[in-house]
């Protein structure tokens, strides 16, 4: 870890424990004004979007930024809900879908949703792709990965899960999101496949998280989804960064935080 970088997380630190200074137990003041009841084992996962990882922290600040008027959240890959939970908190009027394929993380979802008495969030368990069926899955932490599953180990960290398309879900219970949220560890082009219609006709601001080299592990194209912002008239910008060409998205090959916004 670089000097640099230990000074911005010292800096972080810093403020976050002065928010925190009063704080009770199991509630973690995330930015000002925006306070959360969580599970205990949620409070390092939801730590790293307050100070652990900068890049993280500037995710969730350009979340909330971006975020501000709209009313539809979709939540792919929510896993423990700090998205969610930040979205509907303090404003009963928006709606959540939190989709999350991980038993072990749902019923931490679960317990945050509930703890914080947000009955707008509408928690789904399953993984959303680009066709109906089931999906071979394994556990990385509380994580459900598609992704080499194949020579994942032991049949313990290894699930089968409900496979659902974003399309069909949300016409399902004619939810219409505004904004979308995709974190799925390389099954985000089969996401992206499986929700064409949500995004031609809700247009909505996409924040993806991309992982090249997984979606390789898929036997998937980015170039795919290359193909399906162009035609739906994306722009693109990585988080709290400047613009870039969409095409530019097929030459990253580390993963990306980016912010996906219709033209």
């Not at 925006?34 to 730590?47: N, Q, T």
């Not at 290894?158 to 399902?172: F, I, Q």
């Amino acid at each position: 870890m670089s000097a640099e970088r230990d000074k911005e997380i010292a800096a972080l630190r810093k403020n976050y424990d002065l928010r925190n200074s009063h704080a009770r137990e199991n509630e973690l003041v995330v930015r000002d004004g925006l306070s959360l009841r969580v599970h205990p084992g949620s409070r390092e996962a939801f730590e790293y979007f307050c100070f652990l990882a900068p890049e993280m922290v500037v995710e969730l600040n350009s979340f909330i930024e971006h975020t501000q008027n709209k009313r539809r959240l979709l939540d792919i890959g929510a896993l423990h809900g700090i998205f969610s939970l930040v979205f509907a908190a303090n404003h009963p009027e928006k709606k959540v879908m939190a989709v999350d394929a991980s038993p072990v993380a749902f019923a931490r979802l679960l317990y945050n949703i509930h703890c914080n008495s947000l009955s707008q969030i509408t928690p789904v368990e399953c993984a959303l792709s680009d066709s109906a069926g089931t999906l071979r899955m394994h556990y990385e932490w509380e994580h459900a990965v598609a992704a080499n599953t194949e020579t994942a180990g032991s049949a313990a960290h290894l699930l089968s899960v409900v496979r659902r398309t974003g399309d069909e879900l949300c016409a399902s219970l004619s939810f219409e999101p505004d904004v979308v949220k995709i974190d799925v560890e390389g099954h985000e082009v089969k996401v992206i496949k499986g929700l064409t219609k949500v995004i031609e006709r809700h247009r909505p601001v996409i924040f993806l998280e991309l992982h090249p080299t997984r979606i390789a592990e898929e036997r998937d194209d980015v170039n795919d989804l290359v193909r399906l912002l162009l035609a739906g008239g994306y722009k693109a910008s990585l988080m709290g960064g400047d613009p870039f060409p969409i095409q530019e998205i097929s030459r990253f090959a580390t993963d990306q935080r980016m912010l996906l916004s219709p033209t």
